[in-house]
């Protein structure tokens, strides 16, 4: 086992690592990120709280976290430990929502720096006789953790007293979870009517999955059946693979809890001289420090790999969203190629207008009824398109990001875009008509509007209009009916394939901006054979 | 005193003793009296003999009864028709008399004296029946069809009332029968005897507006089939089962269930108010592993049953009169903890918290405010609140004022739950505080239940409840809160659409040009009229008079605007409605949309301008010979002229250029007023030919697309009725 010395070279990679793990996202919400989320957030809480300043001085205080269910009695516990009345304890459920750290004095320069924990605001209280109102109450919004420092704590100690890990209030389930994480020693206290409950069994376990130094309390046991409940306690334990765990019996006595008193020293007695063992004697600190220390690093090798996956499960969500996105604009795009290619363009309306067209019909006309047929039928592809995409993305779980749903509202937008596109087109095509008549030199030169008409007509008929194409020859020459209608078709190309991407990349954009890429897998893992190599 | 377990009855298939039965036909009509007689004397004689005995007795009645209550069904095995029919005679007669009083009624009646006491309830026949009773003494005991007719009939004739499914109906009755006289007969206790020979609970009755929203929620469910998939509705399937389930078993009894943390008392406190120790208690967590079931009166065995609770751990209480009328019809179950790491125990607390009509929640100062308890299971049952009881228990182990502030804590954490408490005589979940060990606050809380359990309402409002949670948990597929529907403007958009796809104005006014181009031409001056045709004679492609474009035209209406048309009212038809059925109206839409480019183009086919020119009207002949003439007078005048200058004709230039002059002014002027007469007429000729294909267009779309779309809106709002039935008639009751 590698002795805890500082390494710089195993710090570099934990910090590298921390940084690759801060820098994960998973915005999609997938079946596994809210577990991925929570993985990430307790692992970089592990590693800001309690690896890096571990690794960095292994000479701080060892840090003892008092944490169970609600009403376990922890605070209780932790003032009796003390030997003052450091921690609120009372009979109203969830009582300790400020965490209390309680340290010798000489160690206080150890915590009121942002060493451990640096998410937490500290309040130091001076010294004095807590009284029940004087709760300090940090600043809205912000975490608080409170330091006190007691003569009768050993040096090179300190005791935490967390909120309930099952309490009501979600923030201080987070928290107690948080500061679990930052612990040299886990102090799992339950009780009697409680030892069996599935949440402080949760708790045992992920201790035991992260090799962290346990010790368990069974707190409050009525002493006609302290024998009894201790020893099927041990045997869950045992049964748990947990049986070399310390435990420490302490029983319900008359002040142990509902007014808050402080149990007498000898009922903590073994629990107090076990701690300070683990404190004092070097050796079994360093055991203490290492196992904890190692547990964490050992299981980086299995965590990270799963918030890798997590990464590459949202990375393949967004590449299906993409190509669901790109697959519905794709073959909307060819159809409205062939759509144009056979013609479509001059139905309806503007038919009506080129069967009219030049007698009853004059040459603007036709071109109005053109183009806006050419917007509808694009127009028409891009709704459809979307639809598609919607079709698509109901079946996909990640399409439910809030950012993805509430697109803008108003499809008109749309309308309103390719509307601008296709009067472009319009007028482009209309000046290169003129350029084109104007080379004519010929005196009776034609309207060049009728030109543009009759080219529109061309390039938008497909089939049906091949009588614009003789009216336009007669009128421009061959020569100079076909450059018309080349320049004019590609003119039609770029515009539609413009109009298509501008509107595939606006419904890929909020996608995009969640910035999910193939990157962060590769990167924890990376970082993850850096530190193994370093170790 | 211990309590008693139930013994499995598994044995209950010997009908030997329906044999016996053929034996007595000759006494048709009386069988049932000297089976009351025998039944009596049986009773006098018989009982606390033998349980085995009692077992075939229970079997028989299990025969006789599907005889009774199913005259057609097997005569032959009582050997008479008249008895059932005597039967069916007797029932109403005695049902008002019956009902108020089976349960005093039954207590002498069964008891080991209960021969005796039967006379004054009997009366004459009960005489007559007992002077035929010595011939028949060794009788087998199969046949006390009059003990069923007895005690059975009160039970039966509210059954009668409800005529809607008798099959069923007999089924549960049966079982219940063959059920309970188990449960009663294997009491060692002299009261559990009580139940040799019972009543049969009546079914539980809810009352008319929880019916009519049962009705409700079963047609909805049955009308979203189509729309909505079976994962959505499985919550409102099950309430209905199990509201139907509930139904047909007793009315009378209520089954309320403790439920608790592991260690909060749950088995301290069934305990305490069965007032023996049933279930084990101990140190041991988790303590209870299955539930255990206690019942305070008989009939309970098909609701027990139900939960799934073997016989083995079915219970009775500790008999004392007292406690037998405060609680009677009250059901226990004893729960295992829902929050241990045993999970098979969280899923059996699940299961039987579904089934059961009232909740007892155990909590004591040391979990009250376990999240696993308020997340997990209060505030999803916040609409159960009035089918609930929390109780605080261990109070002992608080100091003195301390349980008054916990008690305030657990009332706040609970209205933060939602749940409604029952102060002040409102309605809502009942919270008290207790000790089961040193027995503080149990007088109360069985004071509580009594009164709750003689209401006999629990069953009822556990189903409105559940039917309150159904409903709501299917809001968002039902409702959404906007409003819904086709209006008028989205119609007409529609149809404006269409017109535009088959280009009904672009061809009412090419229509209303070409009239007015052929009116101007018809009337125009023949020297206009000539110099046009030498026109078209140079250069036929200018005007385009030539061009041979009324070809077959494929596609002449715009696909991509029909598509985007009915997308348009698909999507505004759909809004406001919740997803799934918003996605059948788009489908409706769709479907309807195939082919309908397709019918437009026959239509415009059908019903635009029939090609070549339009139709001339009656007083353009008038025209051109009015045109005709001026064209004379020109040349009369231009000739006179020219024969005066040629010294033909006398000089008179006055006439001659009179008349050329009017008729070179008359011919426009006859050609502009034709045109101005002409103005309207294209006009409207116009406007009908636009107005037709505009009509055409819009009556395809109207058939094909708006109708089933607007089908479609009309089972949504018969479906959103229904839903408001399944709602708002409870808010109404309530």
């Known amino acids: 086992m590698v002795t805890l010395d500082v390494r710089p070279q195993l710090l570099d990679a934990l910090s590298a690592l921390r940084d690759r793990v801060a820098a994960a996202r998973f915005p999609l919400p997938l079946a596994g990120a809210p577990r991925a989320r929570a993985n990430r957030d307790e692992l970089l809480a592990q590693l800001d709280d309690y690896l890096v300043p571990r690794l960095r001085q292994p000479e701080a205080p060892l840090l003892a976290v008092v944490g169970g269910s609600t009403g376990a009695g922890k605070s209780t516990l932790v003032n009796s430990l003390v030997g003052r009345r450091v921690s609120e304890a009372s009979v109203l459920r969830p009582t300790t929502r400020t965490p209390v750290l309680v340290c010798h004095p000489e160690d206080h320069h150890w915590f009121s720096g942002m060493r451990v924990l640096p998410d937490l605001t500290r309040v130091w209280m001076p010294h004095q006789e807590p009284s029940d109102d004087l709760l300090p109450t940090g600043p809205d919004g912000r975490r608080v953790l409170r330091i006190e420092t007691a003569e009768t704590l050993p040096p090179g100690l300190a005791l935490l007293d967390a909120p309930d890990i099952d309490s009501l209030l979600a923030d201080n389930r987070v928290l107690a979870a948080e500061l679990m994480c930052a612990a040299d020693i886990w102090v799992m206290v339950t009780t009697a009517a409680r030892y069996a409950d599935a949440v402080p069994w949760h708790l045992l376990r992920t201790a035991k999955e992260y090799d962290a130094t346990l010790v368990t309390v069974l707190d409050r046991v009525p002493h006609q059946v302290v024998g009894e409940v201790s020893r099927q306690y041990g045997a869950l334990l045992t049964k748990a693979g947990l049986g070399d765990v310390p435990r420490f019996t302490v029983p319900e006595l008359p002040e142990s809890a509902w007014g808050g008193g402080l149990l007498p020293a000898s009922a903590v007695a073994s629990l107090r001289t076990w701690l300070v063992h683990q404190a004092q004697d070097p050796a079994a600190r360093r055991q203490v420090l290492a196992r904890t220390a190692h547990g964490v690093l050992d299981s980086l090798s299995s965590r990270m790999p799963e918030l890798a996956s997590a990464a590459a499960a949202q990375y393949a969500a967004a590449l299906r969203l993409t190509s669901a996105v790109d697959g519905a604009y794709d073959s909307e795009y060819a159809r409205v190629r062939g759509r144009l290619q056979s013609g479509a363009v001059l139905a309806g309306d503007a038919l009506k207008r080129w069967r009219a067209f030049p007698l009853d019909c004059t040459a603007g006309e036709l071109l109005d009824a053109l183009v806006e047929s050419l917007a509808a039928l694009l127009l028409c592809a891009v709704t459809a398109a979307d639809e598609r995409v919607d079709d698509a993305w109901r079946r996909e779980p990640a399409s439910d990001a809030p950012a993805l749903t509430d697109r803008d509202p108003l499809p008109d937008n749309a309308e309103h875009r390719i509307g601008l596109a296709v009067r472009r087109w319009r007028r482009e095509l209309e000046e290169y008509a003129e350029d084109e008549v104007r080379a004519l030199e010929r005196g009776a030169a034609p309207d060049p509007e009728a030109v543009a008409a009759l080219v529109a007509t061309v390039l938008l008929g497909g089939r049906r209009a091949r009588s614009a194409g003789e009216g336009l020859a007669e009128r421009l020459g061959a020569h100079g009916a076909l450059r018309l209608r080349d320049r004019g078709g590609r003119l039609l190309g770029e515009h539609l394939d413009r109009v298509m991407h501008t509107e595939r990349e606006r419904r890929l954009a909020p996608l995009e901006a969640l910035d999910v890429h193939a990157e962060p897998q590769a990167e924890l893992i990376a970082a993850l054979s850096v530190l193994q190599k370093e170790r | ?734």
């Open chain 2, 1 to 734: 005193m211990t309590a008693v377990t139930d013994q499995d009855h598994t044995d209950h298939t010997d009908h030997t003793g329906r044999s016996d039965h053929t034996d007595h036909t000759g006494r048709t009509g009386h069988t049932d009296r000297t089976g009351r007689a025998d039944r009596a004397d049986r009773t006098h004689h018989m009982d606390h003999t033998d349980h085995g005995h009692s077992a075939d007795d229970r079997a028989h009645e299990e025969g006789d009864h599907s005889v009774t209550d199913t005259p057609t069904g097997e005569p032959s095995g009582e050997g008479t028709a008249t008895a059932p029919e005597d039967t069916r005679h007797e029932r109403p007669a005695k049902r008002p008399d019956a009902g108020p009083d089976r349960g005093q009624d039954r207590g002498p009646a069964g008891g080991p004296d209960g021969g005796p006491d039967e006379e004054p309830a009997g009366g004459g026949r009960t005489r007559e029946r007992a002077e035929r009773a010595p011939t028949r003494v060794p009788r087998d005991p199969g046949t006390d069809r009059a003990a069923d007719d007895r005690t059975g009939a009160p039970a039966d004739a509210p059954a009668d009332d409800r005529t809607d499914s008798a099959g069923a109906w007999d089924d549960g009755l049966i079982a219940r029968r063959v059920n309970e006289g188990t449960g009663a007969e294997q009491g060692v206790s002299p009261e559990s005897r009580v139940g040799a020979a019972p009543a049969a609970p009546a079914p539980l009755a809810y009352d008319g507006p929880l019916r009519s929203r049962l009705d409700a929620l079963r047609e909805l469910v049955g009308l979203s089939r189509a729309r909505l998939d079976n994962r959505t509705l499985a919550e409102a399937g099950r309430v209905l089962d199990e509201a139907g389930a509930r139904r047909k078993l007793s009315g009378q009894h209520t089954v309320v269930a403790i439920a608790g943390a592991t260690g909060s008392g749950k088995s301290q406190l069934f305990n305490t108010l069965a007032g023996v120790t049933i279930s084990e208690t101990g140190v041991r967590r988790p303590t209870t592993a299955a539930p255990i079931a206690c019942s305070w009166s008989d009939g309970a065995a098909t609701l027990i049953d139900r939960l799934g609770i073997p016989g083995r751990l079915r219970r009775r209480p500790v008999q004392s009169a007292e406690a037998e009328a405060q609680l009677d019809g009250l059901v226990l179950i004893d729960l295992p903890d829902h929050d241990s790491a045993a999970v098979q125990h969280r899923e059996q607390v699940d299961r039987i918290l579904a089934l059961v009509d009232a909740v007892i929640w155990v909590v004591d100062p040391e979990k009250y405010a376990d999240a696993v308890l308020h997340e997990r299971y209060l505030r999803p049952m916040a609409g159960h609140a009035e089918v609930m009881f929390i109780v605080l228990n261990q109070v002992d182990r608080l100091p003195g004022e301390a349980a008054e502030l916990v008690l305030d804590d657990l009332r706040r954490l609970l209205d933060e739950d939602g749940i409604a408490l029952g102060e002040y005589g409102e309605p809502g979940a009942t919270v008290l505080a207790l000790s089961a060990i040193t027995g503080d606050g149990v007088t109360e809380l069985r004071e509580l239940l009594g009164q709750f359990v003689g209401e006999r309402g629990a069953a009822s409002r556990r189903v409105a409840a559940d039917v309150d949670g159904a409903a709501a948990r299917l809001r968002p597929v039902y409702v959404t809160g906007q409003r819904t529907g086709l209006s008028e403007e989205a119609r007409d958009e529609f149809a404006g659409r269409l017109a535009d796809a088959v280009g009904a104005t672009a061809a009412g006014e090419a229509a209303e040009r070409a009239w007015l181009r052929n009116a101007n031409r018809a009337c125009g001056t023949p020297w206009l009229r000539l110099w046009r045709w030498q026109q078209d004679r140079r250069e036929p492609a200018a005007t385009g008079r030539l061009q041979v474009r009324t070809q077959a035209d494929e596609e002449a209406t715009a696909r991509q605007r029909v598509e985007q048309a009915v997308r348009t009212v698909s999507d505004r038809a759909s809004a406001g409605l919740p997803a799934p059925w918003g996605q059948a109206v788009r489908e409706a839409a769709v479907r309807g949309a195939q082919g309908l480019p397709e019918a437009l183009d026959e239509l415009a086919a059908r019903t635009g301008l029939p090609p070549g020119r339009p139709p001339r009207p009656g007083w353009w002949p008038a025209a051109v010979l009015a045109q005709a003439a001026m064209t004379l007078l020109q040349v009369v005048g231009g000739l006179w002229l020219v024969g005066q200058i040629a010294q033909v004709m006398a000089p008179n230039l006055g006439v001659p250029v009179l008349l050329m002059l009017a008729g070179i002014v008359g011919g426009p002027l006859v050609e502009w007023s034709c045109k101005m007469a002409a103005r309207g007429p294209a006009r409207r000729y116009g406007q009908d030919a636009e107005r037709s294909l505009r009509d055409a267009a819009a009556g395809c779309g109207r058939a094909r697309v708006l109708d089933p779309v607007a089908a479609e809106l009309l089972r949504y709002r018969e479906v959103r009725e229904q839903y408001g039935r399944v709602t708002g008639v409870g808010a109404g009751a309530r």
